[in-house]
T-cell receptor, first 114, second 113 residues
């Protein structure tokens, strides 16, 4: 069966510090991968998605970047965090065209920027 | 562009009462529709989905949703809620063949004894 991992589970960082959140998927190959941010009362905002290694699409201009160095690894980064980067970050995967749009979510990382 | 509207940010209900969480979408093409549930400090779990076929879809824990193309709605219902149903519920839409979901802002269901 497929599983998705995210770490860390929680993170408290000062403004201006760097960020690296990691997401890995097991039990499937060539998944589509997604990063979402969930801010209080604002639902889910798609940040990045990837349909293959090295292929990243950005949905909104922001202080964050994403990379996919391996097939089942998706990394969310920032060089300098802002207060507005606080939120709950969710990684998700889907099997692409084989199972259209059904996405499976990881447990999330709660980021607090102080 | 697609969009999803969940008009109710919070729905309080007593245990064993029926509930309906509303979802309306806008899209110029055929869509897939989803309901996800999120328990506190957890990721989202797929509750049910409409891809094609019967417009009434059901989950294993008693929820159901009906796709209404003419009203562009996909409301979620349960005839009798439990305390354990307390969670946030998200409706989502995607174009057929497209790989991105657009989520609504969520509805918090609060079930009290």
């Amino acid at each position: 069966s497929q599983t998705i991992h995210q770490w860390p589970a929680t993170l408290v960082q000062p403004v201006g510090s760097p960020l690296s959140l990691e997401c890995t998927v097991e039990g499937t190959s060539n998944p589509n991968l997604y990063w979402y941010r969930q801010a209080a009362g604002r639902g889910l905002q798609l940040l990045f998605y990837s349909v293959g290694i090295g292929q990243i699409s950005s949905e909104v201009p922001q202080n964050l970047s994403a990379s996919r160095p391996q097939d089942r690894q998706f990394i969310l980064s920032s060089k300098k965090l802002l207060l507005s980067d606080s939120g709950f970050y969710l990684c998700a995967w889907s099997a692409g065209l084989a199972a259209p749009n059904e996405q499976f979510f990881g447990p999330g990382t709660r980021l607090t920027v102080l | 562009a697609q969009s999803v509207t969940q008009l109710d940010s919070q729905v309080p209900v007593f245990e064993e009462a029926p509930v309906e969480l509303r979802c309306n979408y806008s899209s110029s093409v055929s869509v897939y529709l989803f309901w996800y549930v999120q328990y506190p400090n957890q990721g989202l779990q797929l509750l049910l989905k409409y891809l094609s076929g019967s417009t009434l879809v059901e989950s294993i824990n008693g929820f159901e949703a009906e796709f209404n193309k003419s009203q562009t709605s996909f409301h979620l219902r349960k005839p009798s809620v439990h305390i354990s149903d307390t969670a946030e519920y998200f409706c989502a839409v995607a174009n057929t063949g497209f790989q991105k979901l657009v989520f609504g802002t969520g509805t918090r269901l609060l079930v009290s004894p």
